[in-house]
C-alpha cells in the first residue's frame, strides 16, 4: 500500500521516469571514465517507497534499458556486457525495490502499531495526545475552537469481577466500535487506558458537540442493555473557544469536568464552554 494517496504516487511514479531519462541523457553527455550508473538506485527507491513492488520493477527495468542504451550509443554492447554487467546490474536493482517496498510495509505496520491501542483498534494514548498537540496548532493559526471530551465507564471493575476479563475486553471493545459509529470520520478517537476514553472534535461548537453526545450516549446506552452490562458513562464534554496553553491543561480542564460527573451521580454528561477561566492543574 502507498504512503501516499493514489494521485500523488501516481505523480512519482512519473517523476522518477523524467529522472530515468535525465540520468539517460546525463550519461551520454560524460566520458566513459565517469560512472553515474549507480544513481539509477535514487529513482528506484523513490518508485519503491512511494508507490508500490510493481513501481519499482518496472522503474529498476527502464533504468535497465538506460544502461543497454548508453552501451549501446558507445558500440559497447555485447554479450560480454550483458551477462557481466547488464543483468547484474537489473538484479541489483529489481532486489532493492524489493528490499525498499518490504522495508517500508514493515515500518508502516509498525508506525500503525505504535499508535493504535492493541484492544480496541482505535488511537491509543499517544496517537491522541499527539493528534490534539496538533490541533491546538492549527486551531492557534486559524483562530478555529474544537470540542474535547473525556469519558469514564462508571463501575466497570464489577464487570470483570463478575463476568470476567473476557466479558470486560468485550465492552471496551464495543464502547470504541459505539464512538465509531456516532462520531464523524474527521473526528479522533482514543483509548487512553483502562476504561478511560477521550474524543477531539476539532472545529465543533458546543451546540454540534451537545448534539453528537447525546448520539454517542444514547448509542452507548443501547449497546450496554443489550449485552446486559449494567454499566454507565460519566462524561465531560468542553468546547474551548478561549486555546489552553497546552494539551497538558486541555485534558485537565476535561478530566476533571467528568471527575464532577462521577462526583454527583454518575451517568451523565457535563458540559463546558472554556473562555481561560482559571483551572487547578
Not at 82 to 96: D, E, T
Not at 136 to 165: C, M, P, W
Not at 238 to 265: C, G, Q, R, W
Request: aromatic content about 12%; overall charge negative.
Amino acid at each position: 500500500m502507498s504512503t501516499l494517496d493514489y494521485r500523488s504516487s501516481r505523480f512519482i511514479f512519473w517523476l522518477t521516469i523524467v529522472i530515468v531519462v535525465l540520468l539517460t541523457f546525463s550519461s551520454s553527455l560524460v566520458s566513459e571514465y565517469i560512472q553515474i550508473d549507480f544513481l539509477y538506485i535514487f529513482p528506484v527507491t523513490i518508485a519503491s517507497w512511494y508507490g508500490s513492488k510493481k513501481n519499482g520493477i518496472v522503474i529498476a527495468s527502464l533504468s535497465t534499458l538506460s544502461l543497454i542504451v548508453n552501451l549501446t550509443l558507445r558500440e559497447e554492447f555485447n554479450s560480454l556486457t550483458l551477462f557481466g554487467y547488464i543483468i547484474p546490474y537489473f538484479l541489483a536493482f529489481a532486489f532493492l525495490a524489493v528490499l525498499v517496498t518490504n522495508f517500508r510495509n514493515v515500518y508502516q505496520k509498525e508506525s500503525i502499531a505504535a499508535d493504535t491501542d492493541a484492544l480496541t483498534n482505535i488511537a491509543n494514548s499517544r496517537s491522541f495526545y499527539a493528534e490534539l498537540e496538533s490541533e491546538l496548532e492549527r486551531s492557534s493559526r486559524y483562530g478555529h475552537i474544537f470540542s474535547l471530551a473525556y469519558i469514564d465507564i462508571d463501575d466497570f471493575k464489577q464487570v470483570n469481577d463478575t463476568l470476567g476479563h473476557s466479558a470486560g475486553d468485550k465492552l471496551l471493545i464495543e464502547v470504541a466500535k459505539s464512538l465509531q459509529a456516532s462520531l464523524r470520520g474527521s473526528d479522533t478517537i482514543a483509548r487512553l487506558g483502562g476504561d478511560e476514553y477521550a474524543c477531539l472534535l476539532p472545529e465543533t461548537g458546543q451546540d454540534s458537540a451537545k448534539s453528537a453526545f447525546i448520539k454517542v450516549r444514547e448509542h452507548l446506552q443501547d449497546k450496554m442493555q443489550l449485552n446486559s452490562w449494567l454499566v454507565s458513562f460519566s462524561i465531560g464534554l468542553v468546547t474551548f473557544e478561549t486555546l489552553p496553553d497546552n494539551i497538558k491543561e486541555a485534558m485537565s480542564i476535561a478530566d476533571n469536568l467528568m471527575y464532577s460527573v462521577k462526583k454527583e451521580k454518575k451517568d451523565n454528561i457535563s458540559y463546558k464552554v472554556w473562555r481561560g477561566e482559571i483551572t487547578k492543574l
